[in-house]
């Protein structure tokens, strides 16, 4: 399988693909004549916590790379997140959007653990690169995967702000918000922001727990790919939605992350 430094070009600044390949800054007005899309989007927590697990994490999102790579007309991001500077947020392409039979592995090059959660600002960050190629025919998916609470984001930003907007992005009926939440409380976390708690999944934060969990995001995102309707109201089917989760997929209590700096 090609890398992704394969797949990536310089032209004008900004990292495109080949022509039939979409970026991220394409011209909507272009696309008028194509046929509906669907669109998958990971806002990865790149935060320090995050260092134990980031061979894990990488495995588990290689296996979500893996099981979308034959759904037909769809594409791909991933964007991690940590802080910049003492907070605000870094926000880091690891691709942009790829058709999904195009989609590079992730490497541990890629992804390397630092700083804070500005968890509000990346998921403020993701629905914009969602809606710079979305459109009203098309169907989106944003993701959201986190092992803490928010921390660093600007203060602009708040639980609300980014409530209401998730909120009327899921009212407009092609759009679908899942929530990844390793040990936090991610039914309250997911809840707090507007997603339902059959479109979020606890798990601990392990390398057992880790790979159940992509595997698990992985079968729902076929679902939703494959889905007639815009959008998918229970996202993890069959799995427990209360902090009860059993086997390798659940959470612990609740707690506050504190978050370590990587050299």
């Keep these: 399988m090609p890398g992704r430094r394969d797949f990536l070009k310089k032209a004008g600044g900004a990292a495109v693909v080949g022509p039939m390949i979409p970026s991220v800054q394409i011209d909507r007005q272009q696309r008028d004549n194509l046929p509906p899309s669907k669109y998958a989007l990971l806002v990865l927590d790149r935060s320090g916590s995050m260092n134990h697990v980031r061979e894990a994490t990488v495995k588990g999102v290689n296996t979500w790379l893996d099981g979308i790579r034959d759904e037909s007309d769809l594409f791909a991001s991933i964007v991690q997140f940590d802080t910049a500077g003492s907070w605000g947020l870094d926000s880091t392409e690891t691709f942009d959007f790829h058709a999904a039979k195009h989609l590079p ?38 993701v959201i995967q986190t092992d803490g609470e928010e921390n660093t984001s600007p203060p602009e930003i708040t639980l609300e702000v980014v409530k209401n907007l998730l909120t009327a992005k899921q009212a407009e009926g092609n759009w ?70 059993g086997a390798s997929v659940t959470v612990k209590p609740k707690r506050t992350k504190k978050d370590t700096s990587q050299p």
Aim: no cysteine; charged share 15%; proline share 5%.
């Design 176 to 245: 679908t918000v899942v929530f990844m939440g390793a040990d936090i409380d991610a039914w309250g976390s997911s809840a707090s922001v507007g997603i339902a708690p059959s479109n979020t999944l606890g798990y601990q934060n392990n390398a057992v727990a880790t790979a159940a969990a992509y595997t698990t995001t992985t079968g729902g995102t076929q679902t939703w790919s494959r889905s007639i309707n815009a959008s998918t109201t229970d996202f993890f089917v069959g799995v427990p939605t209360t902090s009860t989760a």
């Design 105 to 142: 592995k992730m490497t541990l090059a890629d992804y390397v653990p630092r700083g804070g959660t500005p968890l509000l600002a990346a998921v403020l960050d993701g629905i914009k690169r969602l809606e710079a190629v979305v459109r009203p025919s098309d169907k989106a998916l944003l």
